[in-house]
């Protein structure tokens, strides 16, 4: 059911825009004329009249009027598996007084009808096949049926055989408003058409028009006349440009981040080399001192001493590396909270003040170290003389 009404299940594709068009050009032509029933015939088999006239029925029930769609092909009957109801008590059965109804409701034409799926929409299927359907349709009662279905419906639509093979069509062609012929793109020959025309006009059926169906259309060419297809392309087009910036947004702010790190482990680099020479040069001056004076015996002191100068400086380091590593997983958690711009530059301006805040303790620790240091070696030095 999906497949075949289009106009129900996708309302917003091309094909149901030329459904809709289909119907606005049928009332225009009948505006004043109080047109309720229409036929849809073919010229022969495949060529889509009961497809067309199911998703025209569609939309004329989406229009808000109640409409009644008729399987009138009791030969080969399509419309109760298009739209999914029991093929029992149709059609063939009313006509015919042959069914399993009681037989005080066998006229009761509500008996006959059931509703769809589509609000507003009927059908009465086309009942089980008779051997003669031919026959039942040119009785006075097919008549008083359609008569009876105008003041029921507000249209009333006529699915018939093909007009060139039975006569079916032909003889409901004179008892409804009007006859539309379905044909097949590329296939339908002309001469046939108008032996259909001819046939259907000679029995006194009026020819509303035809409609070309299964005309084939490019995929692009399909969208480009899509309005609302069009309209969801600009929107995905939108949608895109949208993603590629806020893309762009985040790479720079990883490159942002990138560099940071780069320039805070180039910083701490350069304060590890400045330990390593303060370490060096206070070492150099103690041997110097030492060697100098002759002070043997405390050179085991003084070496201890500049160990422990040593475990400081690395216990400092290891304070900064921890609190620049915090300070750059604070950075991450925040960037993942998509304030990247902001947030940046507010952990790269505190980032800068803890390294130079970290530097500046860590360089006064030292020149203090350095001046107890030399105090102590100047005491030394002192009682050595007095010595």
């Not at 399993?100 to 006229?107: A, T, V, Y």
């Not at 997983?329 to 304030?339: C, H, M």
Request: some cysteine.
């Amino acid at each position: 059911m999906k497949k075949e009404l289009i106009t129900k299940y996708n309302q917003k594709s091309p094909v149901s825009e030329i459904f809709r068009s289909l119907r606005t050009n049928i009332q225009f032509m009948e505006a004043n004329k109080g047109m309720k029933t229409l036929l849809f015939t073919s010229v022969t088999q495949g060529e889509g009249k009961t497809w067309i006239s199911s998703n025209l029925a569609v939309t004329f029930a989406q229009e808000g009027k109640k409409v009644l769609i008729i399987d009138a092909d009791m030969r080969k009957s399509r419309l109760h598996l298009i739209f999914r109801r029991n093929i029992k008590n149709g059609l063939s059965n009313y006509l015919s007084g042959i069914s399993d109804i009681d037989i005080k409701d066998k006229e009761n034409l509500l008996n006959y009808i059931e509703d769809t799926e589509v609000e507003n929409l009927y059908i009465m299927t086309a009942g089980d096949t008779p051997p003669n359907p031919s026959e039942l349709l040119v009785l006075e009662k097919t008549m008083q049926l359609i008569d009876n279905l105008k003041n029921m419906f507000d249209v009333i639509i006529f699915d018939a055989p093909p007009c060139l093979i039975v006569t079916d069509a032909l003889i409901l062609s004179r008892q409804v408003d009007a006859t539309i012929i379905v044909t097949k793109y590329k296939s339908t020959k002309i001469h046939d058409i108008k032996k259909a025309k001819t046939s259907i006009e000679k029995v006194g059926g009026k020819i509303l028009g035809i409609v070309i169906n299964k005309i084939p259309i490019s995929s692009k060419e399909y969208r480009k006349n899509s309005y609302y297809i069009q309209k969801k392309d600009k929107i995905k087009s939108r949608k895109k440009s949208r993603l590629q910036e806020e893309q762009k947004i985040e790479n720079a702010s990883i490159k942002e981040e990138v560099d940071l790190k780069d320039k805070i482990n180039i910083d701490n680099e350069k304060k590890i080399d400045l330990y390593k020479e303060s370490n060096l040069n206070d070492e150099s001056l103690l041997d110097i001192n030492l060697n100098n004076e002759g002070v043997l015996n405390q050179e085991t002191t003084n070496l201890y001493k500049v160990e422990n100068l040593e475990d400081k400086v690395n216990l400092i380091n290891t304070d900064t590396d921890t609190i620049i590593e915090e300070s750059l997983n604070n950075i991450e958690q925040k960037n993942d909270d998509k304030i990247i711009e902001e947030q940046s530059t507010i952990d790269k301006v505190n980032e800068d003040k803890i390294i130079e805040t970290e530097r500046e303790r860590i360089k006064r620790e030292i020149e203090e170290e350095i001046k107890r240091f030399n105090e102590k070696r100047q005491k030394i030095i002192e009682n050595k003389k007095y010595e």
